[in-house]
């Protein structure tokens, strides 16, 4: 059983910073990559940011040089620093940890979204 929980949404005026984090709760296995998503009401889900087990990183064009993501694999526990926030930053954002059970068997877990609203 694998549980990913998020935390640490609200609301905050253009140009303020937030910090979501999320922890996933998993036992026997490991966590390879954990990434953010986020969705905006009428549009598609869409990839924020993305960190591996190893710590490479990639981001949104949109939210290059604002947004920083950061885990601690010991906690299988991931950081979304928001900074510079925009309107259009929000969205639900929702949590994702792939589960690594074997090599070839990488299943991805999803918490259940914390909403991050960003008035002008």
């Known amino acids: 059983q694998v549980q990913v929980a998020e935390s640490g949404g609200g609301s905050v005026q253009a140009g303020g910073s937030l910090r979501l984090s999320c922890a996933a709760s998993?036992?026997?296995?490991?966590?390879?990559?954990m990434a953010w998503y986020r969705q905006a009401p009428g549009k598609q889900r869409e990839l924020v940011a993305r960190?591996?087990?190893?710590?490479?990183?990639n981001y949104a064009d949109s939210v290059k040089g604002r947004f920083t993501i950061s885990r601690i694999n010991a906690k299988n526990t991931v950081y979304l620093q928001m900074n510079s926030l925009t309107p259009e930053d929000t969205a639900v954002y929702y949590c994702?940890?792939?589960?690594?059970?074997?090599?070839?068997?990488?299943?991805?877990?999803w918490g259940q979204g914390t909403q991050v609203t960003v008035s002008p």
């Open positions: 994702r940890a792939d589960v690594k059970i074997s090599s070839l068997n990488i299943p991805d877990f």
């Open positions: 998993v036992i026997r296995f490991s966590i390879d990559a």
């Open positions: 960190i591996t087990s190893g710590g490479n990183t």
